[in-house]
Nanobody, 122 residues
Framework: QVQLAESGGGSVQAGGSLRLSCAAS????????MGWFRQAPGKEREWVAS????????NYHDSVKGRFTISQDNAKTTVYLQMNSLKPEDTAMYYC???????????????WGQGTQVTVSS
């Protein structure tokens, strides 16, 4: 099994920054790919970014490229999402996600954190 715990959400004005953290534990093979999704009220859960922990390879949704950066610590137990130049449309619940292989849809993810709220005001 895999356990994920997010932290770092909060409220910020447009143009500001936040850093989310996701602490992972459990079967390392089942969390080779770590990432973030977000879900705004009334919308589907949307993939944001992911990192393949074995190689460090990263991928981003077009809407966050150049503004968000996903990274991991040396122990590969914590994944970060640095969010800069935040916009009101980034407001959502952000979920840490993990699985054996990388993904861009929520249907391909088996392990989820509990979520952390990010609110960006204009």
């Amino acid at each position: 099994q895999v356990q994920l715990a997010e932290s770092g959400g909060g409220s910020v004005q447009a143009g500001g920054s936040l850093r989310l953290s996701c602490a992972a534990s459990g079967d390392t093979n089942k969390r080779r790919c770590m990432g973030w999704f977000r879900q705004a009220p009334g919308k589907e859960r949307e993939w944001v970014a992911s990192i393949y922990t074995i190689t460090g390879s990263t991928n981003y949704h077009d809407s966050v490229k150049g503004r968000f950066t996903i990274s991991q610590d040396n122990a590969k137990t914590t994944v970060y999402l640095q969010m800069n130049s935040l916009k009101p449309e980034d407001t959502a619940m952000y979920y840490c996600a993990a699985d054996r292989n990388c993904y861009t849809t929520s249907y391909d993810v088996n392990y989820w954190g509990q979520g952390t709220q990010v609110t960006v005001s204009s």
